[in-house]
């Protein structure tokens, strides 16, 4: 149990007494779940390979009986204990029934149900979020339901005739309307907990449903326009970037967001960029492209630590650009990138100092600026004029040397890691 | 109810929480109990494994007391045993969270980590239905990207690939190679012959083990997708793009560390030290100033994530880069001292899951008392030795 004040003896007997009928329910509910299933494996046993399309009158009006009773039976318990799995396997079986494609059935009809089926899924998915809003099961019940549904799209699209095609499948208008109520129901949950993991995890899956829906060539049914395979890619990049940035500004801490900048960040090659303006002539990117997004990145961050200096969300983001920006030549090294990278660590560390002499007892300044004194020690030794700067480096050295020690104190959590990377730097 | 401000270590309530386990065990009807039925099996390898880091190395020294041990004991062997035959599904070959429920990784993986911990692995596993197992196990991993699903309901996670690589590798142990060498396992994949190269000579039982694992799943592809699943601060999350979580960080190094690729957490160049240190410090940095760990940063302080981050840094040989004799007074605060057992934090109320996570922590910091616990497979080292797992990470 996470976060329930402890009790006394008495309460939790009280307690105990009161919560008597909700367990008494649910133990009713797990005997007729796990009785149900053990009737479904009997049936199964009994006739093999399921019978034809005239089966007994009988037979299928059990059936349904069974069926509605699992749908009851599996809904009332997952909308109190979301994670209890086989119910939700159960109503994945049922799922199933409805998603083949049957060309030799009405195939209006069979859309209308599959609808119908899917909407009552996601219901249920729902009433189970509502319960716990970082239930594995609910979250990945939704998943894979649209999953199926995006499948069965697909390749109804691929394997009709091309006369009919799926020019009147009314999955498609469905799904949109799906898509964007996915997306105002994650809205309202990410609103409530801006950190929900399983949250941004599902939009990713979302926007990568639509983004893969339209490379398979179905763009000009989502949005009645055709576009490119890779400006839809990258259109969708800078939306999920534009996002995250919406959400870092209203809230600087939500490291959730800032993860989600760094996996939509455009990891640009300016080799490769000029490789493909020499080929292609495309005049949209110039060999500083990737300076100026990352000169852009590093002004973002700042905000954030310039105003909330304490927050580790955005000085790991800083750590992690630095590191971007460290490996940047190491591909291939050029004055120019060289130039740029140790202009980008001298203005980083002035800006950072800056920070470190308003907030002196903060250790997040300190330890950046200790970093980015070894980065510069490290970057001037590679260079060809060492020799010159040997009075340079060896005073980012000690300087680095210095912050460490301080760090010592700042922060004696982690004096072992501070420690251990004084003794590497003997 | 107590003040917290005393930063003197308390002492373990050993005994309380062996009691507070057994108490959880066998009040059946409380809303606690009702609401974890889906993990029973689990519930029972927390419970078990807490109980046995509790009372194995005092019973060890105090031989004559063998009685006040079946004093002690949560539940009888048997009752163990049969409680988990019963919870396995024939339509999966797996194990299910209760008996009549579906088979899942999960629980799969508990049931072998308790055969292990009573040390009858063979005793209870027949070689036809630990085969089947292996079947199970190795048509849940996907031929494309060398994930685990964990169950044929196809939902992926990097946990599901801890699992799948544990319960192997668990099994390629205690069942003995004998159990392996004949083609009666359905095998998808033969290993690669590149073994030789990423064998540890030092240790013979891994790399067989490993050999055995290579004939079930493609480790190294199943090693590939926890690498995708790499996040720009050196964590891992849930699937390639998710969020780093302490708990999955847990599982991707323990696989890594199963499957004796550890080494794709470095760069080759030992100059790139900050590159080199950036999962390990992140993991330092999970420690707040009240001692205890969260699991992710700007959150809470919880006792389970002393298990999930503690063992991960174990695994990585950083320990000592968080200070903790004030994560074990954390843990320690966190102790109910009249009923027993172990809350998420200081004054909650406790809870199975975290009294076992919060022992097993306080084991990982070698808390006197505790038999120790191996940060990898999460059983006490002693257990996993009597299959030959001889491991050099704590
Ligand atoms: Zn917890």
Redesign the pocket.
């Known amino acids: 149990m ?1 976060g329930r004040k402890r009790e006394s003896t008495a309460s939790r007997l009280e307690r105990r007494a009161k919560s008597l009928p909700k367990v008494k329910l649910l133990q009713k509910l797990h005997k007729e779940i796990v009785h149900l299933q053990n009737a479904d494996d009997n049936e199964k046993g009994k006739d093999g390979g399921g019978g034809d399309d005239d089966d007994d009158d009988h037979d299928t009006k059990t059936q349904k009986k069974m069926e509605s009773l699992m749908l009851t039976l599996t809904q009332k318990l997952v909308e109190i204990q979301p994670e209890m799995i086989t119910c939700w396997n159960k109503r994945k079986a049922r799922f199933c029934l409805y998603v083949v494609v049957r060309q030799q059935k009405n195939e209006e009809e069979e859309e209308e149900r599959l609808k119908n089926v899917a909407k009552e899924e996601l219901h249920v998915s729902e009433q189970g979020l509502r319960r716990n809003p970082k239930s594995y099961c609910a979250w990945e019940h939704r998943r894979w339901v649209i999953a199926r549904l995006y499948d069965r799209i697909l390749s109804s699209s691929s394997s009709s005739s091309s006369e009919r095609g799926n020019e009147d499948s009314s999955l498609l208008p469905f799904m949109k309307d799906v898509v964007l109520r996915e997306r105002e129901m994650l809205e309202t949950l990410l609103n409530a907990d801006d950190r929900n993991f399983h949250a941004w995890n599902y939009r990713r899956f979302v926007v990568d449903k639509i983004t893969r829906y339209y490379f398979n060539g179905e763009h000009d049914r989502m949005n009645e326009e055709e576009v490119a395979d890779d400006v839809i890619e990258n259109r969708t990049r800078e939306e999920e970037a534009k996002y995250a940035r919406e959400k870092i500004s209203k809230n600087f801490s939500n490291y959730s967001a800032w993860h989600h900048r760094s996996v939509h960040f455009e990891q640009l090659d300016d080799d490769k960029n000029q490789a493909s303006v020499t080929t292609e002539t495309s005049s949209s990117s110039s060999p500083t492209r990737f300076q100026a997004v990352l000169d852009a990145e590093f002004e973002l961050v700042s905000q954030a630590f310039f105003t909330e200096p304490e927050d580790q969300s955005a000085w790991m983001y800083h750590r992690w650009l630095l590191s971007q920006l460290d490996a940047y030549s190491s591909s291939s090294s050029s004055s120019s990138k060289n130039a740029y990278k140790i202009q980008t660590f001298q203005r980083e560390l002035d800006r950072i100092t800056e920070v470190s002499e308003m907030e002196p007892t903060c250790k997040w300044p300190a330890l950046v600026c200790a970093r980015l004194h070894k980065l510069l020690a490290k970057e001037m030794k590679l260079d060809d004029d060492f020799e010159r700067r040997a009075d340079v480096i060896l005073k980012h050295s000690i300087k680095a040397k210095e912050l460490y020690e301080k760090l010592l104190l700042l922060d004696p959590l982690r004096k072992g890691y501070y420690r251990d990377v004084l003794d590497r730097m003997l | 109810m107590t003040s917290s401000s005393v930063s003197s270590l308390r002492l373990l309530h050993s005994h309380k929480h062996v009691e507070f386990i057994k108490n959880s065990s066998l009040d059946t009807e409380t809303i606690e109990y009702a609401l974890t039925e889906h993990l029973r099996l689990s519930g029972m390898y927390w419970g078990l494994t807490a109980h046995k880091l509790l009372v194995m190395n005092k019973n060890n020294q105090e031989d004559k007391e063998v009685k006040e041990e079946e004093e002690e004991e949560i539940m009888s062997k048997e009752d163990v045993m049969k409680f988990i035959n019963e919870c396995y599904d024939e339509k999966s070959s797996l194990f299910a969270g209760a008996p009549g429920h579906d088979g899942h990784l999960l629980y799969t993986l508990s049931a072998i980590q308790i055969f292990v911990l009573y040390e009858c692995v063979q005793e209870q596993l027949s070689e036809e239905r630990a085969k089947k197992i292996c079947t199970a196990i190795s048509k849940l991993q996907s031929k494309e990207d060398g994930s685990f699903a964990g169950d044929e309901w196809g939902e992926v996670d990097t946990r599901f690939s801890y699992c799948a690589f544990s319960a192997l590798s668990l099994l390629a142990h205690g069942m003995g190679e004998e159990c392996f060498l004949d083609d009666g396992l359905e095998a998808l994949k033969i290993g690669g012959s590149d073994d030789e190269k990423k064998e540890d000579n030092q240790d013979k039982n891994r790399s067989k083990a490993l050999g055995i694992m290579r004939k079930i799943v493609d480790v190294d592809k199943g090693c590939e997708f926890i690498m995708k699943c790499r996040n720009f601060d050196g964590g891992f999350g849930s699937t390639p793009g998710g969020e780093s979580h302490a708990g999955q960080i847990f599982v991707c190094v323990g696989a890594l560390q199963i499957c004796n690729q550890l080494d794709l957490l470095y760069t080759a160049d030992d100059d790139e030290e900050e590159e080199n240190d950036k999962l390990a410090w992140w993991l330092a940095e999970r420690q707040v100033k009240v001692g205890g760990l969260n699991g992710r940063p700007e959150k809470l302080p ?3 994530y002393s298990w999930w981050v503690l063992s991960s840094l174990a695994a990585l040989k950083k320990k000592h880069w968080i200070d903790l004799d004030k994560l074990k007074a954390f843990i320690l605060r966190c102790q109910d001292d009249i009923s027993g057992g172990i809350s ?1 934090r200081p004054d909650d109320e406790p809870d199975v899951y ?1 009294t076992f996570f919060g022992i097993a922590g306080l084991s990982l910091m070698k808390h006197e008392g505790l038999e120790e616990i191996d940060p990898i497979y999460a059983l006490p080292v002693r257990s996993v030795r009597k299959i030959g797992i001889e491991s050099d990470w704590y």
């Open positions: 996470h | 919880d006792v389970c998420d975290h």
